[in-house]
Each structure stands twice: as structure tokens, then as C-alpha cells.
């Protein structure tokens, strides 16, 4: 499972669009995260580029620090159930994105959305560990902390025990 973790946040880490649309706030609906006038975070030096990154991206479900913080987004992701198939060697397992984005950054181009969207992109349909690929399970609104909008997708693969 430590493995499988490692291979996605490598796939989030590296990857420029979704850095983008986590860090970058736009002003209104004409200012794009995606505008190349905005710093390439992945051509920041290690110690910028990974201070964002350790902000946006948690390898956990930490929102405690959201309410009281500048307007952001992130992503928390963990592994969640796990559910023995047919052949004892053989397991599903869930991988869980709680994506958040604060409701001022949301409102000006449905950011919430769009992070899902480059989400799924990444993750599934894809072989990112080699095993097999991920495949979407369920997606709904949760709860968030005040001032933001919240949503779970659920990811399952088969892995070997």
C-alpha cells in the first residue's frame, strides 16, 4: 500500500496543471491559472517549489488549518477500505481525494470542478503502480470547513497482498 501512495503523490507532485490550479487564485473570470505569464511552479527552487507543494498536497486528511488561513486549495488523499476478492492474493483498494477549495476562489471559475476534472484526468484508467489500472468508485460533497466547498473522490485498484 506504502508503495501504491508514493506512486500517486508522485503523479500529483509532478504534475504543472493541477499545481497550477491549486496554488494560483484567480481574480476574475478572464485570469487563468493556467496563463504562462504565471511562475512554473515545478521550475521553482526546491525549497519554494515544496513549500507549495506540502501546502496543497496532503498525504493525509489535515483540514484543520484551513479555516483560519489565507483562501486556498487542496488535496488530501489516504488510502481508505480495503476488500478481499475471490482469490485470497488479491485485493481492492480504495484511495480517497478530499479536494477543497475556498468559496471566493471557487465562485469565480468553478475551481472545485475543474481540480476534479484534472484529477480524474491523472488518475483514472491509468497503471500508475504497475499492478493494474485505477478505476473510479464514487465521488459526493463533504463536509468542509467554514468558508470552503468540499469533495470526495474515491479511487479503487487491485492490489496484490
Known amino acids: 500500500m506504502r508503495e501504491s501512495l508514493k506512486a500517486i503523490y508522485k503523479v500529483l507532485t509532478t ?3 493541477l499545481l497550477r490550479l491549486l496554488y494560483y487564485k484567480s481574480k476574475n473570470d478572464k485570469d487563468n491559472p493556467l496563463d504562462e505569464s504565471k511562475g512554473n511552479i515545478l521550475d521553482k527552487d526546491d525549497v519554494d517549489r515544496w513549500n507549495i507543494i506540502e501546502d496543497v498536497i496532503k498525504k493525509d486528511s ?3 488549518d484551513l479555516e483560519n488561513s489565507l483562501e486556498k486549495c487542496r488535496i488530501c488523499f489516504y488510502s481508505g477500505a480495503r476488500n478481499k476478492k475471490q482469490n ?14 475556498h468559496i ?3 465562485d469565480v471559475d468553478f475551481r472545485l470542478s475543474w481540480i476534479c476534472d484534472r484529477l ?4 483514472f484508467n491509468k497503471d500508475i503502480m504497475k499492478i493494474g489500472k485505477i478505476y473510479f468508485k464514487s465521488g459526493s460533497k463533504i463536509s468542509s470547513p467554514t ?8 479511487f479503487s485498484f487491485e492490489d496484490i497482498n
Open 15 to 17: 504534475d504543472e496543471v
Open 62 to 64: 489535515s483540514v484543520n
Open 88 to 101: 485470497y492474493l488479491i485485493s481492492s483498494q480504495d484511495i480517497i481525494f478530499d479536494i477543497y477549495t
Open 104 to 106: 471566493n476562489i471557487n
Open 120 to 123: 480524474n484526468k491523472l488518475i
Open 147 to 154: 468558508g470552503y466547498e468540499g469533495y470526495r473522490i474515491i
